[in-house]
């Protein structure tokens, strides 16, 4: 019989972690004697079983040992006696689920950082904080992929980054990328067009060989069918609805208002007086139904009157 084989060698193996050389003692070894194959089969069917155990919660030795003992008690050998275990092999087998238990608990522990973590909002509003420390308001039909300081977002969201000057925080949306300055910042983006607003700090905003710097109350509109990236002030805080619950107006045009209610409630709101799209409203509008919010508007805005029909609400003087 030839040498017996540590069990690492067998687990780097079988994990295909093995160099050359040890690649060869093993198969050598394996072809010495036919126990040997059953000892292979035995660590890479335990192997198997430690994976799934460190995929859901990673162990210490001690969890690992009490598993090995419940698996030891229910395993029922084949009548071919294929897997006839000994005490010998009982207390190899437990250093294999041992070894390949905190083996699994540190490559989790080293690879989750990198792993690639997705966030989806349905039908409401999520926030999460990320590995790094940032925080994420997702509006509802919108996600992102996350991979150290890197996001892909389709659809909105709210971002409060924890700057870090030697590796910049950067989302992805379309073909626009938006690089932290150490800031917060909401970006939306559209079938054909990407809104980036800067509620504090500095943001870069690339497209392509362009690229602009936002500062706070500043935002920028970057269109499919425009190249050009052009920064402008920005005093409109209904960006923030989904993640205050409230619909704060500053003078806003009615347009607007009536733009953000329809993507907030999925309603069909229309303006059909004259003069009222680009009508003043300033106020703030706790965000309840739709019915209570239109009823103080038409309160706080005499010259608007509600007509509610089947399947559209008209707004008209």
Same mark, same amino acid.
């Given at each position: 019989?030839?040498?017996?084989?540590?069990?690492?060698?067998?687990?780097?193996?079988?994990?295909?972690?093995?160099?050359?050389?040890?690649?060869?003692?093993?198969?050598?070894w394996?072809?010495?004697?036919n126990?040997?194959?059953?000892?292979?089969e035995?660590?890479?069917?335990?192997?198997?079983?430690?994976?799934?155990?460190?995929?859901?919660?990673?162990?210490?030795e001690?969890?690992?040992?009490e598993?090995f003992?419940?698996?030891?008690?229910?395993?029922?050998?084949?009548?071919s006696?294929v897997?006839?275990?000994?005490?010998r092999w009982?207390?190899?087998?437990?250093?294999?689920?041992?070894?390949?238990?905190?083996w699994?608990?540190?490559?989790?522990?080293?690879?989750?950082?990198d792993?690639?973590?997705?966030l989806?909002?349905?039908e409401k509003?999520?926030?999460?904080?990320?590995?790094?420390g940032?925080?994420v308001h997702?509006?509802?039909?919108?996600?992102?992929e996350?991979?150290?300081?890197?996001?892909?977002?389709? #659809?909105? &969201? *709210?971002?409060?980054?924890?700057?870090?000057a030697?590796?910049?925080? !950067? /989302?992805?949306?379309?073909? =626009?990328?938006?690089?932290?300055? #150490?800031? &917060? *910042?909401n970006?939306?983006a559209?079938?054909?067009?990407t809104?980036? !607003? /800067?509620?504090?700090?500095? =943001?870069?905003?690339?497209?392509k060989?362009s690229?602009?710097?936002?500062?706070q109350k500043?935002s920028?509109?970057?269109?499919?069918?425009?190249?050009?990236?052009?920064?402008?002030?920005?005093?409109?805080?209904?960006?923030?609805y989904?993640?205050?619950?409230?619909?704060?107006?500053?003078?806003t045009?009615?347009?607007?208002?009536?733009?953000?209610?329809?993507?907030?409630y999925?309603?069909?709101?229309?303006?059909?007086?004259?003069?009222?799209?680009?009508?003043?409203i300033?106020?703030?509008?706790?965000r309840e139904?739709?019915?209570k919010?239109?009823?103080?508007?038409?309160?706080?805005t005499?010259?608007?009157?509600?007509?509610n029909m089947?399947?559209?609400?008209?707004?008209?003087?």
């Amino acid at each position: 019989m030839k040498e017996d084989i540590k069990e690492d060698l067998l687990i780097r193996y079988i994990l295909d972690e093995a160099d050359a050389e040890e690649r060869r003692q093993v198969e050598a070894w394996l072809r010495g004697d036919n126990d040997h194959i059953k000892r292979f089969e035995q660590t890479r069917f335990l192997l198997d079983k430690s994976k799934e155990l460190a995929q859901s919660s990673p162990l210490n030795e001690q969890e690992a040992w009490e598993k090995f003992k419940v698996k030891r008690t229910n395993y029922k050998p084949a009548p071919s006696g294929v897997l006839n275990l000994h005490n010998r092999w009982l207390q190899a087998a437990a250093a294999v689920l041992i070894i390949a238990s905190s083996w699994m608990a540190w490559h989790y522990g080293h690879t989750r950082r990198d792993t690639m973590i997705t966030l989806t909002a349905y039908e409401k509003v999520i926030s999460d904080t990320l590995p790094d420390g940032s925080v994420v308001h997702l509006n509802k039909h919108s996600a992102i992929e996350y991979s150290g300081r890197t996001a892909r977002l389709k #659809g909105e &969201a *709210f971002f409060k980054v924890v700057h870090n000057a030697a590796k910049p925080f !950067i /989302v992805y949306t379309r073909d =626009v990328s938006i690089t932290d300055i #150490g800031t &917060a *910042f909401n970006v939306k983006a559209d079938a054909d067009q990407t809104e980036v !607003i /800067v509620e504090s700090g500095e =943001v870069k905003v690339s497209r392509k060989a362009s690229s602009v710097i936002l500062k706070q109350k500043q935002s920028v509109l970057v269109q499919s069918a425009n190249l050009l990236l052009h920064v402008q002030e920005n005093n409109d805080l209904l960006y923030q609805y989904y993640r205050t619950d409230e619909f704060v107006t500053d003078h806003t045009p009615l347009s607007r208002l009536v733009k953000v209610l329809n993507e907030a409630y999925g309603a069909n709101i229309q303006i059909k007086g004259s003069g009222l799209t680009d009508l003043p409203i300033t106020g703030t509008y706790k965000r309840e139904s739709l019915d209570k919010i239109l009823q103080v508007l038409q309160l706080t805005t005499p010259e608007i009157h509600i007509i509610n029909m089947a399947d559209k609400i008209i707004l008209t003087r």
